[in-house]
Nanobody, 120 residues
Framework: VQLQASGGGLVQSGGSLRLSCAAS????????MGWYRQAPGKQRELVAA???????DYADSVKGRFTVSRDNAKNTVYLQMNSLSPEDTAVYYC???????????????WGQGTLVTVSS
């Protein structure tokens, strides 16, 4: 199973970006998909996540600005980020809890990370 993230880049404060993360491979089902971020010198933290049923979870710092969504048919999760600030600068990683055709349990997979830089 591979997770391919895209959509990062450089944006000015107040701007928007949309991240995408597509899962591929021997996927039977995906439960929770989400986005984490890690800023320099800080620990990786949850940004937003969504279950297969559409239940969402957000970090307090992004509520009202970021929206997580997913396309179950495409095994893809999105993160729409609006009103970006320099404090949002980080490497963003996608994560998925995947049941493969060869596993009875859900396994955790991470994407490679995509850099988001917000200039002031």
């Amino acid at each position: 199973v591979q997770l391919q993230a895209s959509g990062g880049g450089l944006v000015q404060s107040g701007g928007s970006l949309r991240l995408s993360c597509a899962a591929s491979g021997t996927i039977f089902s995906i439960n929770r998909m989400g986005w984490y971020r890690q800023a320099p010198g800080k620990q990786r933290e949850l940004v937003a996540a969504i279950t297969s049923g559409g239940n969402t979870d957000y970090a307090d710092s992004v509520k009202g600005r970021f929206t997580v969504s997913r396309d179950n048919a495409k095994n893809t999760v999105y993160l729409q980020m609006n009103s970006l600030s320099p404090e949002d600068t980080a490497v963003y990683y996608c994560k998925a809890d995947v049941r493969t055709y060869y596993s009875d349990n859900y396994l955790v997979f991470w994407g490679q990370g995509t850099l988001v830089t917000v200039s002031s």
